[in-house]
């Protein structure tokens, strides 16, 4: 009994610890992309699927990042870089997308819309700032497909 008690014990302690970690690699599962870095800059690995997006870091240095992003939905989404000062969500609204030229607004690049079971990527320069992550494709962004980023 002893024994059986033991093993339990360490499954727990494994499978407890192994998400633990600084690993950017595991941060959005087994099916993030691992692109590499430009010359100097930064990669940033993204998934995408409805309502929910996530990517393997939060912030980068200024400069050239490249984003790889992995659509593992089952419909088209696209990754939209935003500066704004406005809070993660509360872009305001024009019918079911937001202006990405609207005051208080602006973006320096973006992957556009790609199919499910895709990987794209794009080299976007960034200044200081702060950013969101978005899919701005009609109602995604009100469902919940934006993140904040950071640019330091």
């Known amino acids: 009994m002893k024994r059986v008690a033991a093993t339990c014990a360490c499954v727990l302690l494994i499978g407890a610890t192994a998400g633990c970690g600084e690993d ?3 941060s959005g599962g087994s099916q993030t992309p691992h692109g590499a870095a430009p010359a100097g800059g930064e990669v940033v690995n993204t998934t995408l699927r409805e309502w929910r997006m996530t990517a393997d870091v939060s912030r980068v240095r200024a400069g050239e990042v490249k ?3 992995a659509n593992v939905g089952t419909i088209v ?29 602006s973006s320096p690049g973006e ?11 794009a080299v976007v320069t960034l200044e200081p700032g702060q950013y969101q992550l978005v899919c701005n494709i009609e109602t995604h962004y009100q469902h919940g497909m ?5 640019v330091i």
């Open 67 to 69: 984003f790889v992003s």
């Open 24 to 26: 950017r690699n595991d």
């Open 77 to 105: 989404h696209e990754l939209v870089i935003i500066r704004t000062d406005i809070p993660d969500g509360q872009i305001p609204m024009e019918g079911t997308k937001f202006n990405e030229e609207s005051p208080g607004v």
């Open 146 to 150: 934006h993140i904040p980023f950071v």
């Open 111 to 121: 992957i556009s819309e790609f199919g499910a079971d895709l990987v794209k990527e």
